[in-house]
């Protein structure tokens, strides 16, 4: 089991910065891939970034890439997601995951073995 703990949420100003970080616990932190999901209401989750085991290879969904940047320290076994310029459509509850298999793989699919609860980031326009 991986227990997964998101953090850092709030309400921004468009145009503003926040960092969310997810701690994690149980098995070994570097033996997962890790990223991070949205989702907005009224709207399905959707994948945002992914960065593999020790952090070689990242993946950005395209509404985000150049503003957001993935990063994670194994010896803190935290992952987090620095988003920058941030938008009103960025508006969302933003979930960590966990997967066994590939960060690439978390591009295509949310079948990720673990999940973290969720934070909420709102945008004001």
């Known amino acids: 089991q991986v227990q997964l703990v998101e953090s850092g949420g709030g309400l921004v100003q468009a145009g503003g910065s926040l960092r969310l970080s997810c701690a994690a616990s149980?098995?070994?932190?570097?033996?997962?891939?890790m990223g991070w999901f949205r989702q907005a209401p009224g709207k399905e989750r959707e994948f945002v970034a992914a960065?593999?085991?020790?952090?070689?290879?990242?993946y950005y969904a395209d509404s985000v890439k150049g503003r957001f940047t993935i990063s994670r320290d194994n010896a803190k076994n935290t992952v987090y997601l620095q988003m920058e310029r941030l938008r009103p459509e960025d508006t969302a509850i933003y979930y960590c995951?966990?997967?066994?298999?590939?960060?690439?793989?978390?591009?295509?699919?949310?079948?990720?073995?673990?999940w973290g609860q969720g934070t909420q980031v709102t945008v004001s326009s």
């Open positions: 995951a966990a997967r066994r298999t590939t960060a690439q793989a978390m591009v295509t699919s949310l079948q990720n073995d673990y």
């Open positions: 149980g098995r070994t932190f570097s033996n997962y891939p």
């Open positions: 960065i593999s085991k020790y952090g070689s290879s990242t």
